[in-house]
């Protein structure tokens, strides 16, 4: 286990911070509030087209402290391993790990290893826990969310979920539909430094589109709408989409958020978010309304392209188990 | 799943920070180096006498972080649970894990669910990431380890393995042992406080003190020898070890740190140790030494109760699998 970790984890994750033979890491105090997250990534497979474990380990959790408008610093990783698994696959999913933390700035600071029997896991399950620093004065949050807000998403949905479930499945769908795995800290950090005044922001993981806005229409007690005509979605998904019985809506995404800012903001946010490649396809797809009577639902409700509307409720079950 | 967030953690672990409708949570800017660490915990059985996974999460992670000194503020909890676990098992466990938290005054600030189908997992693993803040002038790390130093234990050995082991091979020991897991900041602090001036600090996890006095050794480039005598080892657990066929120095504490620090601080030291519980069988068990030859290893050196002495060596796989 030592060589182990010294093998694999110290050469691999090399920075100031990490010492193997100390229990904790020493960090300089940050200037201002602190965000700290945690995320554990079981998905199966480990590689798939546009990523694998390893890289959406960081990109999740860096994610979800951008989405309080944090820049993130500092990351844990604790993995558990089932008896049996090749080194070489876990050097790969190291090695994918520690060049997606450099390409971020950010560093993996201290970490933990335990083994289980096989059959008693899965090859490589990884959690990493992050630490940012949230800017003087952001606030973003669900309860600020506001009656008349716009309602942005950054992109084209569901190319994560379907990328891995195509490997998954041993399917192949026209298209080379790849993960949409990455990094949102720098386009949020751009509209944040721009001026732009934002509300919430929310990644479209586990559950997509769907699941996030009827999550924050609770959260903010607030009916959400918006435009099955605005939403972008690839042909390629849509396609997969049709042939799996699956609603892009409800498919996860790694790459993708959904910004709530106030009206007079959103030109200002598409210019932004427009310049980088991976907010490239951002539009604005509906608007939050306030709810005169007092209800303990708060509905999303999707104007439809043949002109009707209807509610696009949270799924009783999971629509793709393990995939982040 | 958004039921299951509510219904157990959001109701259990209930506190000002923590939010299930926001991916991170928002912190003060704390006084002072951050000290980050992280664990992931596998232990089988959940079980066991003197606590279970979820207080064991709890202890774990804050006594790595008071391993530097650091007083412990903020958990993360990440969960991975397998298909079919009983819904009153996880609330056990989670109510164990709120319930140490609120004792050792640490919040579980944010959290993560993943559930696995059944078969790629074993009922439940436990991630915690710790934040704490470690105080002004404080430096405990394992290279200030100096010649001449003197090396404290805090208690007698091997509960916590013991306690585990009979409850998974179904065996009864007389003398009813029971896990030391406890949680080690407030008696770290008490030292601080007093002025006793650490070198280094370290629990005495899996390997128990033969694998930390190891690791140590190496990290600070010195020899250190301990004295057999000294080391207390309650009667059952050393039955249970003479049966089981186990060296009770290399069997995991969940409780029991080990402690470098100059001569003449040691009074002082174990007049503030003995004060408390957890601590009051703390002992003096050896010294550290100068190696003059320049080599690569540095040797642990066991006086025996015979009069001779022999090498404590890195085992080279896991004497207990799963033990935390």
Same mark, same amino acid.
């Given at each position: ?16 911070? +990490? ?6 890491? *020493?960090?300089? !105090? ?5 965000? $700290?997250? *945690? ?13 694998? &474990?390893?890289?959406?380990? #960081?990109?999740? *959790? @860096? ?13 844990? /990783? ?10 070489? *696959? ?24 335990? #083994? ?17 620093? &949230?800017?003087?004065? @952001? ?5 600020? &969310? ?20 195509? #490997? ?14 990455? !990094?949102?800290?720098?386009? &949020? /950090? ?7 005044? @934002?509300?919430?922001? %929310? ?5 997509? +589109? ?19 005509? =605005? ?6 998904? %849509? ?17 993708? $958020?959904?910004? $709530? ?7 200002? /946010?598409?210019?932004?978010? %427009? =310049? ?24 999303? @409700? ?17 629509? +793709?188990?393990?995939?982040?």
């Amino acid at each position: 286990m030592q060589d182990l970790i010294q093998d694999v984890f110290v050469n691999i994750f090399s920075n100031d911070h +990490l010492s193997v033979f100390h229990d904790s890491a *020493t960090l300089s !105090p940050p200037n201002g509030p602190l965000a $700290f997250t *945690t995320d554990s990534y079981v998905i199966r497979p480990l590689f798939f087209p546009g990523g694998d &474990i390893g890289s959406l380990a #960081v990109h999740g *959790t @860096i994610n979800d402290l951008a989405m309080s408008g944090a820049w993130p610093y500092y990351l844990s /990783a604790g993995f558990i391993l089932e008896e049996g698994l090749e080194l070489t *696959t876990l050097q790969r999913v190291a090695h994918s790990m520690a060049k997606a933390a450099r390409t971020c700035g950010v560093q993996i600071v201290c970490g933990d290893t335990k #083994v289980v029997d096989r059959g008693k896991g899965d090859q490589i399950f990884i959690n990493t826990a992050g630490i940012g620093v &949230i800017p003087t004065n @952001i606030n973003i949050r669900p309860d600020h &969310i506001e009656p008349e807000d716009r309602i942005i998403i950054s992109g084209d949905l569901g190319s994560h979920g379907i990328a891995v479930l195509s #490997v998954r499945e041993g399917l192949s769908f026209s298209g080379n539909i790849s993960s949409d795995s990455a !990094p949102l800290h720098e386009v &949020i /950090a751009d509209l944040l430094n721009a001026g732009v005044s @934002i509300h919430c922001l %929310r990644d479209l993981t586990r559950g997509g +589109l769907a699941s996030a806005l009827n999550e924050l229409a609770q959260a903010s007690k607030t009916q959400l709408t918006i435009e099955e005509s =605005k939403i972008p979605i690839s042909d390629s998904v %849509r396609g997969a989409c049709e042939i799996l019985g699956l609603d892009p809506l409800y498919v996860a995404n790694e790459g993708r $958020f959904v910004m $709530f800012l106030p009206a007079k903001e959103v030109d200002r /946010a598409l210019t932004v978010l %427009r =310049k980088h490649h991976i907010a490239h396809g951002s539009v604005d797809i509906g608007e939050v309304q306030q709810l005169h009577s007092a209800q303990h639902n708060y509905p999303v @409700i999707l104007q439809t392209l043949i002109g009707t509307s209807r509610i696009l409720d949270l799924l009783s079950g999971e629509q +793709l188990p393990r995939i982040c």
